[in-house]
């Protein structure tokens, strides 16, 4: 047997290997998402994208994601491993390459989202969904992609042997954001989507942006305090963005004839509830009971 045959029998067992999940897991969502009550229609404008048409795709990365993690977590822990005292050379190298691209592309998305509800005359909110609108369609694919890209936070996180940063936070917003996404991109790429998209792509500009500074100056506390002093903000920033949501949702689902599929604005409402409140309590526990909290306190 040549090497192109045996790639030809490996590859047609991979086949069948997937095919044989996607006739397991594929029904089980959609009739989950129809006790639900949700019952999505596949949009022409995504139906031919990679990972669009099945559910699978995006539930085997999730799946192998929570899998990765929790035998990463354990292998740390139960080898009493410390957190790296210093990133080596290759692994700070990547850390700055995934960062700087993920900032470059939070940006790219970010400016084409509004560069293309601009062309389609959107309004800021209330803006229904065409298919015809096939570049906005493939921006929130892509927006769709980079958020299983994002998982590598995750990963690298694991490399600096970082188990505190593995929370439940960053682990249920990393994997339920890819999920959500897909239900978005599968029923309704377009309309009102753009807006949270365009919203959470200029958060992630900075976000990124401050993760990039992080890794290029290194642990020295008197850079990051000059340089990183503006963390505290970012989380407020985030917090906000989950407030400007929930408003919009809310907004999108009232009067007689909504413009945007009601049972998604819903999903994104109760969704931005679960984030402000994981959030918020991210943000007391690593601001809230700093000196100068308290001091403040003390003085009222």
């Given at each position: 047997m040549g090497p192109s045959e045996l790639l030809d029998g490996?590859?047609?067992?991979?086949?069948?290997?997937?095919?044989?999940?996607?006739?397991?897991?594929?029904?089980?969502?959609?009739?989950?998402l129809a006790r639900c009550g949700i019952q999505p229609v596949l949009s022409p404008a995504t139906a031919a994208l990679p990972f669009?048409?099945?559910p699978t795709p995006v539930v085997l990365c999730c799946t192998v994601y929570l899998a990765v993690v929790a035998l990463g977590v354990l292998a740390i822990r139960s080898s009493n491993a410390a957190p790296l005292a210093r990133d080596p050379f290759p692994l700070r190298t990547l850390i700055i390459l995934h960062n700087c691209f993920l900032f470059v592309l939070s940006a790219f998305m970010g400016g084409g989202l509004i560069t293309e509800a601009v062309r389609n005359r959107y309004s800021l909110w209330h803006n229904r969904y065409e298919p015809s609108q096939l570049a906005m369609a493939r921006l929130l694919y892509l927006f769709f992609i980079s958020k299983i890209y994002e998982f590598g936070d995750t990963f690298i996180?694991?490399?600096?042997?970082?188990?505190?940063?593995?929370?439940?936070?960053?682990?249920?917003?990393?994997?339920?954001?890819?999920?959500?996404?897909w239900l978005i991109v599968y029923h309704a790429p377009g309309g009102e989507a753009y807006f949270s998209a365009a919203l959470n792509s200029w958060v992630h500009v900075a976000m990124y942006l401050y993760y990039l500074l992080s890794a290029a100056i290194g642990k020295d506390p008197v850079r990051r305090r000059k340089y990183l002093w503006w963390g505290r903000y970012l989380t407020m920033m985030q917090m906000t963005q989950f407030i400007i949501n929930m408003i919009e949702s809310r907004v999108v689902v009232s009067?007689?004839?909504?413009?945007?599929?009601?049972?998604?604005?819903?999903?994104?409402?109760?969704?931005?509830?679960?984030?402000?409140?994981?959030?918020?309590?991210?943000?007391?526990?690593?601001?809230?009971?700093?000196?100068?909290?308290?001091?403040?306190?003390?003085?009222?």
């Amino acid at each position: 047997m040549g090497p192109s045959e045996l790639l030809d029998g490996v590859r047609l067992a991979l086949h069948s290997v997937y095919g044989a999940l996607d006739g397991v897991i594929s029904p089980r969502v959609f009739a989950l998402l129809a006790r639900c009550g949700i019952q999505p229609v596949l949009s022409p404008a995504t139906a031919a994208l990679p990972f669009v048409a099945s559910p699978t795709p995006v539930v085997l990365c999730c799946t192998v994601y929570l899998a990765v993690v929790a035998l990463g977590v354990l292998a740390i822990r139960s080898s009493n491993a410390a957190p790296l005292a210093r990133d080596p050379f290759p692994l700070r190298t990547l850390i700055i390459l995934h960062n700087c691209f993920l900032f470059v592309l939070s940006a790219f998305m970010g400016g084409g989202l509004i560069t293309e509800a601009v062309r389609n005359r959107y309004s800021l909110w209330h803006n229904r969904y065409e298919p015809s609108q096939l570049a906005m369609a493939r921006l929130l694919y892509l927006f769709f992609i980079s958020k299983i890209y994002e998982f590598g936070d995750t990963f690298i996180m694991l490399l600096k042997r970082n188990t505190r940063q593995v929370s439940v936070l960053h682990v249920y917003h990393h994997c339920s954001v890819a999920l959500i996404w897909w239900l978005i991109v599968y029923h309704a790429p377009g309309g009102e989507a753009y807006f949270s998209a365009a919203l959470n792509s200029w958060v992630h500009v900075a976000m990124y942006l401050y993760y990039l500074l992080s890794a290029a100056i290194g642990k020295d506390p008197v850079r990051r305090r000059k340089y990183l002093w503006w963390g505290r903000y970012l989380t407020m920033m985030q917090m906000t963005q989950f407030i400007i949501n929930m408003i919009e949702s809310r907004v999108v689902v009232s009067g007689k004839n909504p413009p945007y599929p009601q049972f998604i604005a819903n999903v994104l409402f109760y969704y931005m509830i679960s984030l402000f409140a994981l959030f918020a309590n991210f943000y007391v526990q690593k601001y809230g009971s700093s000196r100068r909290s308290i001091a403040k306190l003390k003085s009222l």
